[in-house]
Nanobody
Framework: QVQLVESGGDSVQAGGSLTLSCVASGYSYSYDCMGWFRQAPGKEREGVAAIDSDGSTSYADSVKGRFTISRDNAKNTMYLQMNSLEPEDTAMYYC????????????????????WGQGTQVTVSS
């Protein structure tokens, strides 16, 4: 079965950095879009960043200039480099994938992704 497994979440002080990883298994599509989403208690899930197989990207305004999304297609692995972390970044971070869709279609819309991981917790303290 398709699995997406996130790792790298941790507790860090404001201003610190973390790198999240997401490994996909159980499918082999020639093209897909993968994204990072986050959800804090009491809030809706929001898109953070997304990248398709061409390498095109999309970022939420709140993380532009601080986060960088990347992927290794050969390893079916996606990364999120997070710098200058703020308490507002505290959330459960999920990776997601949608086959055969480019980032300009799937973007940061949670409803347009069909495969999801179980999440990794990021906590940023003041």
């Amino acid at each position: 079965q398709v699995q997406l497994v996130e790792s790298g979440g941790d507790s860090v002080q404001a201003g610190g950095s973390l790198t999240l990883s997401c490994v996909a298994s159980g499918y082999s599509y020639s093209y897909d879009c993968m994204g990072w989403f986050r959800q804090a208690p009491g809030k809706e899930r929001e898109g953070v960043a997304a990248i398709d197989s061409d390498g095109s990207t999309s970022y939420a305004d709140s993380v532009k200039g601080r986060f960088t999304i990347s992927r290794d297609n050969a390893k079916n692995t996606m990364y999120l480099q997070m710098n200058s972390l703020e308490p507002e970044d505290t959330a459960m971070y999920y990776c997601a994938a949608q086959p055969w869709v480019a980032v300009y279609i799937a973007g940061l819309h949670p409803g347009r992704y069909m495969f999801w991981g179980q999440g990794t917790q990021v906590t940023v303290s003041s």
